[in-house]
């Protein structure tokens, strides 16, 4: 199918934001999900397996595994939905003491029946960016109330 990549650039110390990052029931119920729950493994162990609920731009199920974890450096997963796999990659970089460089690049294999009425592919580049933008608001938002900017 295809890649794209891109990078957010937070106001915030690198320790809130991977804490941020990392903490799945924070996210349940807000912004595009729905329930989110780790369904075999530990939270963030490699091969653990995380079933995220989307609500937009459909309602879907993302089957998510775990394939690297390195606190506050680096979290790769693959993700199955709708017939394609994609190979996500987060990298966190301290770029000062306040500022944290989020790197994401999305690898996109398979094939979607045309039933769903829209291309995937633009549709899983605007939910990832849309998460990774509320992630630097909420970030933002802890390390002001923190005192941290």
């Not at 998510?64 to 693959?78: A, E, T």
């Not at 990774?132 to 933002?140: G, K, P, T, W």
Request: hydrophobic share 45%; aromatic share 10%; with cysteine.
């Amino acid at each position: 199918m295809g890649s794209f990549a891109f990078q957010v650039v937070v106001e915030c110390p690198l320790a809130i934001v991977f804490a941020i990052y990392a903490d799945t029931e924070r996210w349940r119920n807000r912004n595009l999900f729905g329930d989110i729950r780790w369904v075999q493994g530990k939270p963030w162990e490699e091969g653990s397996r995380l079933r995220i609920e989307t609500l937009v731009p459909i309602r879907s199920v993302i089957d998510q595994v775990v394939l690297q974890f390195v606190p506050q450096q680096r979290v790769v997963y693959i993700s199955h939905v709708f017939g394609v796999t994609c190979e996500t990659s987060v990298g966190f970089v301290s770029s000062s003491d306040r500022q944290t460089v989020i790197s994401i690049s999305m690898e996109l294999v398979g094939t979607t029946s045309r039933i769903l009425g829209f291309a995937l592919e633009p549709a899983i580049a605007k939910a990832t960016k849309s998460f990774f933008d509320e992630l630097r608001r909420e970030c933002e938002a802890a390390a002001q109330a923190a005192g941290e900017t």
